[in-house]
Every structure is written in structure tokens, then in C-alpha cells.
């Protein structure tokens, strides 16, 4: 079965600086990838996807994301965080089969900024 | 252009009885699924509905079950309701013609059970 494990529960950075969340999946075959964002009592917000193509793949708000196929990683990476990026960060998977499109996420990494 | 919109916003129930949600989809999307996030978790899937139908399932029980209706709206509902029930339920919504496109998600209905 597939899964997604990121390793970090909870991470802090200072205000300006540079960050970097972890994801590693579990797959029979590369899987759809995605990073989600959450702020408090809200819904999930798309910040990328890899589908296919380039490895390195850009977001919504400054963020990026590589895709190493060698090490199963899909890591996130923004180079300056704002006070506004705190929230929880989810990775997520998808197989590529058409109509079996459910997501399989990992437990999230909560991000504090402190300024 | 509306997102995906879910009612109600808040609901507590008791163990035992039984609660319907209700997710309207993004404009243009035929496929719904529904998410159950317990605190301090990610996502888990339930299932999702496409052309009224049931299309693939989680490991969730048979107390779960839903239904999409002609406008591709969707309900889930959850019966005799257990103290673990209680958790945030995202319905996301798809388009099985575009399907390398992403899921939408909504802001969720936030189930208590006492």
C-alpha cells in the first residue's frame, strides 16, 4: 500500500529565513505528488503538483518542490518565509490510474515563524 | 466562480445518531470525494462518487455511505455515530474529463460528537 512520511511533526524558522519540508513516499510506481497548505479551521490549498516533466516544479507564494525519483522525495522549499506562511504543510500522492485519483497524505508538518 | 462549498460549517451530534453533510462542487467538476482529518492528522479517504456512483472506497466502515446527485452535488452520511466520528470532513472536488488536474478542496464541516 502506499504511504507518505514526513518526518517532521513540527518545524520553526525565523522570520526572512530559508525552508525546507521533507516528504518521502512509499509507491509501486511514481505517483502523482503534491504539497497542500492549511491554515487554521480552513480547507487544504493547493501550493504544487508533479505530474511530470521537469523535476523541479514551481508553486503559488514562492514555493518549489523536487522530485528525486532515487530517493522517493518530493521536498518543499520556499528561500525567504514570511510571518504569513505559518500553518501545516500536508504532502500528498495519487497513482496515475485514471478514476482512481483518491490522495494519500502524510501526517503534516505544522510551520511556526517567529519574527 | 464558486469553489467547493460545504454545509453546514459546524455540527455536534451525540453518539449513536446519525448526521448528513453536504458538499456542492467546484463549477465544472463532476467527481467528489470526502476526506475525514482527525486532529492532528492528515486526510483520510472515504470514498469518492463520480456519475452517481460510488467509485472507489477507503477502509471505512459501512456506517459511512454517500450519494451524488444529476448536479454532481454530493452528500455523506454517517450512522450510529462514535466518539472517534469526530473529526473535520473535506469534501474535494475533480474533473474526470481534465484528470491530470488537481482536487479542490473545501473549508470543511467540523463534526463533535458528544
Redesign the interface.
Known amino acids: 500500500a502506499q504511504s507518505?512520511t514526513q518526518p517532521d511533526i513540527h518545524i520553526t524558522v525565523s522570520e526572512g529565513a530559508s525552508l525546507e519540508l521533507r516528504c518521502n513516499y512509499s509507491y509501486g510506481a511514481t505517483p502523482y505528488l503534491?504539497w497542500?497548505v492549511q491554515s487554521p479551521?480552513?480547507?487544504?490549498?493547493?501550493l504544487l503538483?508533479y505530474?511530470s516533466g521537469d523535476t523541479l516544479v514551481q508553486g503559488i507564494k514562492g514555493f518549489e518542490a523536487e522530485f528525486k525519483r532515487s530517493q522517493s522525495s518530493f521536498n518543499l522549499r520556499k528561500p525567504s518565509v514570511h510571518w504569513s506562511d505559518a500553518a501545516e504543510y500536508?504532502c500528498?500522492v495519487s497513482p496515475r490510474d485514471?478514476?482512481?485519483?483518491?490522495?494519500?497524505?502524510?501526517?503534516?508538518t505544522r510551520l511556526q515563524v517567529q519574527p | 466562480d464558486a469553489g467547493?462549498t460545504q454545509s453546514p460549517t459546524h455540527l455536534i451530534k451525540t453518539r449513536g445518531q446519525q448526521v448528513t453533510l453536504r458538499c456542492s462542487p467546484k463549477s465544472g467538476h463532476d467527481?467528489v470525494?470526502w476526506?475525514q482529518q482527525a486532529l492532528?492528522?492528515?486526510?483520510?479517504?472515504i470514498f469518492?462518487y463520480?456519475e452517481e456512483e460510488e467509485?472507489?472506497r477507503?477502509n471505512f466502515p459501512d456506517r459511512f455511505s454517500g450519494h451524488q446527485f444529476p448536479n454532481y452535488s454530493s452528500e455523506l452520511n454517517v450512522n450510529a455515530l462514535l466518539l472517534g466520528d469526530s473529526a473535520l470532513y473535506?469534501c474535494?472536488s475533480?474533473s474526470?474529463r481534465y484528470?491530470?488536474q488537481?482536487?479542490?478542496?473545501?473549508?470543511?464541516t467540523?463534526l463533535s460528537i458528544l
Request: aromatic share 16%.
Open positions: 507518505v503534491f497542500y479551521g480552513q480547507g487544504l490549498q493547493l503538483k505530474f500536508f500528498a485514471t478514476g482512481r485519483r483518491a490522495l494519500t497524505f502524510g501526517s503534516g | 467547493v467527481t470525494s476526506y492532528g492528522q492528515g486526510p483520510q479517504f469518492q463520480y467509485r472507489q477507503g473535506l474535494a475533480s474526470d484528470s491530470n488537481p482536487q479542490h478542496f473545501g473549508d470543511g467540523r
